[in-house]
Structures are given as structure tokens and as C-alpha cells.
């Protein structure tokens, strides 16, 4: 369980990106997080793993307090938080699984890493995420010779080797045609299913957003407006999000809520919704 309690972030000019922002996302869940550019979704993912440092407010995962952790404790946390990039992030010039080995710098030690030894263990866990995410037969080439699908999908196996409670992704699918943006949210759900992990994804696209996560959270000038099941993101929220506009085409249909993806081989699995989680219009 991911807990943030009334989290609050200045930066040093402008004013605060997150206002009291308090969610709780449980091990399983996948949370869509949208809102317009520059409403604090990477400011919030960011805070979560302190790689921005909250102003006030507190980030507990389970019992651990993230926010009260000193630098070391933080590196050993940070373990526990895998991070998925629009931009990959991986090192061009490397292999494919030598990018995945790196998930696993947070367990090896830097020295030991920068020699290349990974212990055996880490290597037969790489193997094992590059086949999860269809990529067993690319683990010799460079990153640099993949397809955005390829790259993101090694990010995936790079977040999960590292064996994470919390997925944080940023705009995964942002640079990916349709189909494969498809394939790769359904890539994530289906892995925090699998793996009980905990996740926030920040997403644009409204459509793909509901068609796979089962809570979509909306942010607006820092602060949440919206929390509840994507059937429940009418017309009414998107205006709360991102302000008045004509949304009849941006929504799925609610006609075609219970259908899932199109392509009928490919499901998104979709984990049973709590009971207890109602929208949420705030
Ligand atoms: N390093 C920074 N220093 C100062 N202000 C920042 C910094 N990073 C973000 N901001 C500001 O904080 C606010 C939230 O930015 P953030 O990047 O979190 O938004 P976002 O929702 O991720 O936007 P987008 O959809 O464009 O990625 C914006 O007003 C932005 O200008
Ligand atoms: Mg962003």
C-alpha cells in the first residue's frame, strides 16, 4: 500500500505544483493519473521517490516512512520503487541486458556494477522479466537498435528486476503509435496484477487511461478533482480536470464501457474494483 497524506510541493519560484495531496493506492492497483501540463503529475511521482523533496506532507509505503528516511535508508527504499520513463532513460550503448542489469545497481553496489559482476542470481532474474516482457530474443542487442515498443518494454524489465512494490510510471506510451501503446499499458496492468504491485501511471490519453486501469485519479493546479472507476469519468469531470470543451469524442462511449480493447485475443485483464472505491467528485 502506498500512502500519501496531504503532500505538498513548492518549488523554489512559482507557486506550489501539489496541494494536500492525499491517495492511497493499494498492492495491485494500477491508478491513472491525469490532468492537464503542469498540473504536478511528474512533480507527484517524483515526490513519491523523493527524487523531488516534498515541502510538507508525508509518503509511506506499507509501514515505512519515506519522507522521514535519511539518505541511505532512501537508497535502500528506492529499491522498492521501480521507475518507468516516457523517455526510456536506458544507456544507448549498452545491451539490452546490461540496462536491466542496471535495476539491480540498487542491490549490487556501484564498484561491482561498474565491472560488470552481477551475481548469477541477478542475471537468471533478468532473463526471467526479459522473457515476461517477450524480449528473450533481443537481450544481446544495444538499446539503440530497438523500437520504441522494444525500449519500453526493456524499461518494464528494468523497473520489475529490481523486484519493486510501486511501479511509478511517466507517460509511457507517449511516444508509441496506438497499438503498441495498448500493448504496453496492458503489458503494465497485467504485471501489477501479477506482482500485487502497487502503481501510478501519468497519462494523456484519456481513452487508453480508462480502457486499462480500474481508478482514474485527475489532477488539476495540484490538487485531486477527481478519484473513482473510469466508467464514472463523464463530461462533467473532464471539464473538472481540464476545463470546459466538448468531450463527446474523448470518452469511451458508455455503451462500450464493458468491452475492454478491441482486439478480442487481447484482453486487458481486469482486476475485480472494490467495492468500497466510488467516484469521487471532489
Ligand atoms: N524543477 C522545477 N522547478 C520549478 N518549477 C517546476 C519544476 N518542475 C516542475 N515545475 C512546475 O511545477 C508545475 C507542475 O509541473 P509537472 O511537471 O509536475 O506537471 P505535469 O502534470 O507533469 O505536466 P506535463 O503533463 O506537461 O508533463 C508546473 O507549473 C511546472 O512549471
Ligand atoms: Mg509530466
Partial sequence: MLTLSRLTKRYAKGDAALTDVSLEVPAGQVVGLIGPSGAGKSTLIRCVNRLVEPTSG??????????????????????RMGMIFQEYALVERLSV?????????????????????????????????????????????????????QRQRVGIARALVQEPDLLL?????????????????????????????????????????QMFVE????????????????????????????????????????????EGPDEADEEAPRAPRPAALGARAL
Avoid at 182 to 201: K, P, S, Y
Wanted: proline content about 3%.
Fill in 58 to 79: 508525508a509518503v509511506r509505503l506499507g509501514a515505512l516512512d519515506v519522507t522521514a528516511l535519511s539518505r541511505s535508508g532512501l537508497r535502500k527504499a528506492r529499491r
Fill in 97 to 149: 541486458m546490461e540496462n536491466v542489469l542496471s535495476g539491480r545497481l540498487g542491490y549490487v553496489g556501484f564498484w561491482r556494477a561498474f565491472l560488470r559482476r552481477f551475481p548469477q542470481a541477478d542475471v537468471d532474474r533478468a532473463f526471467a522479466v526479459l522473457e515476461r516482457v517477450g524480449l528473450l530474443d533481443h537481450v544481446d542487442k544495444r538499446a539503440d537498435e530497438l523500437s520504441g515498443g
Fill in 169 to 209: 510510471v511517466d507517460e509511457p506510451t507517449a511516444s508509441l503509435d496506438p497499438k503498441t501503446s495498448r500493448q504496453i499499458m496492458r503489458l503494465i496492468v497485467e504485471v501489477c496484477a501479477e506482482r500485487q504491485l502497487a502503481a501510478i501511471v501519468n497519462i494523456h490519453d484519456v481513452a487508453l487511461a
Fill in 215 to 258: 481508478r482514474i485519479v485527475g489532477l488539476k493546479a495540484g490538487r485531486i478533482v477527481f478519484d473513482g472507476p473510469p466508467d464514472t469519468l463523464d463530461a462533467a469531470a473532464l471539464t473538472a480536470i481540464y476545463g470546459e470543451e466538448d468531450w463527446s469524442r474523448t470518452i469511451r462511449d458508455a455503451d462500450d464501457a464493458d
